[in-house]
């Protein structure tokens, strides 16, 4: 997933306002096809990779960005792209 862990926070409240939502989840769903095994549409099991959350600082999948998109958790356009 994204590697602008940096920008977590999206430059706060200001940035680039977010596109129609369907968009995104459009982009969405066309990156999640190119997951052909599934290994991002789910969280990883702690239980399955003990350490993963040791070696894997922000760890994201396709499920969790989906969620946060529809329950509007992203406030602009650059906290939705570093997660994807």
């Known amino acids: 997933m994204g590697a602008g862990v940096a920008a977590l926070d999206g430059g706060g409240p200001t940035g680039t306002p977010l596109p129609d939502k369907k ?3 459009f982009i969405l769903d066309r990156l999640q096809k190119k997951d052909t095994y ?3 549409s789910e ?3 702690p239980e399955e990779l003990p350490d993963y959350h ?3 600082e922000h760890p994201m999948d396709f499920s969790t960005i989906r969620e946060k ?3 509007d958790s992203y406030s602009n356009l650059e ?3 570093v997660y994807v």
């Open 23 to 25: 968009l995104l989840l």
């Open 38 to 40: 599934g290994v991002f």
């Open 43 to 45: 969280p990883v099991d």
């Open 54 to 56: 040791e070696i894997i």
């Open 69 to 71: 998109l529809l329950n």
């Open 79 to 81: 906290q939705f792209e």
